[in-house]
């Protein structure tokens, strides 16, 4: 168990809708980390948050958006879904925000219909 | 922005056999982690590199880096079959993003590792 908690763990939703998913980091971590992983493009970093501001910005398409609250837990949130858009969404954390190792929670299946 | 290249994609070994997976950056390295992956499931971070000619181990897993050939290897030692999953490579690029925020990290594709019994 890395210690990162990630909820749902499975979603599955229609075209056109839209769905929150939900990161709780480990604790004292003060650094969320999203990702995609999809089978054509493997782990894609989408965007980094480091005590409630946003650091660093991947590949993360405009219909996305992510938050960090003052509890650090952290949301993602997609919307206008695609079935391109089916795929492990995966938050990590970490202590700080470089050069530190990153941990990682079971991720969200999402399925879009 | 950096790539990092896998090698190779799967791997299908004996139980109790050694093996190797390489990792190779197209940029300097300055930082590189091994996570595994069980399918569908979360990443396990393995091991973080940051200086060249670092060496790691852990049980039986040890990984290496080689800055001059920008390249990290992972090798595993009497294989098991819980040692089954995907071998993720993640460098952190060096320096700050136009916006001045910090790392991110890119993957390798990933090498499957199948241990038969």
């Known amino acids: 168990d890395s210690g990162v908690t990630q909820t749902p763990k499975h979603l599955i939703t229609a075209t056109g809708q839209r769905v929150t998913l939900r990161c709780s980091p480990r604790s004292g971590d003060l650094s969320v980390y999203w990702y995609q992983q999809s089978l054509d493009q493997g782990l894609q970093f989408l965007i980094q948050y480091y005590n409630g501001e946003e650091r660093a910005k991947g590949n993360i398409l405009e219909r996305f958006s992510a938050q960090q609250f003052p509890d650090l837990h952290s949301e993602l949130n997609l919307s206008s879904l695609e079935l391109g858009d089916s795929a492990l969404y995966f938050c990590a954390s970490s202590v700080a925000y470089r050069n530190t190792e990153a941990f990682f929670g079971q991720g969200t299946r999402l399925t879009v219909v | 922005s950096q790539e990092l290249e896998q090698s190779p994609q799967s791997l299908i070994v004996q139980e109790g056999k050694n093996l190797t997976i390489n990792c190779t950056s197209s940029?300097?390295?300055?930082?590189l982690y091994w996570y595994k992956q069980k399918y569908g499931e979360g990443l396990i971070f393995l091991m973080m590199l940051q200086k060249g000619g670092e060496e790691k181990s852990h049980e039986k897993i040890t990984a290496k880096l080689d800055e001059k050939k920008q390249q990290s290897s992972l090798h595993i030692t009497a294989s098991q079959p819980s040692h089954a999953g995907i071998y993720l490579c993640g460098a952190d690029p060096r320096g700050v993003s136009a916006s001045g925020s910090a790392r991110q990290l890119t993957f390798g594709s990933g090498t499957q590792l199948t241990v038969l019994p």
């Open positions: 940029k300097t390295l300055y930082g």
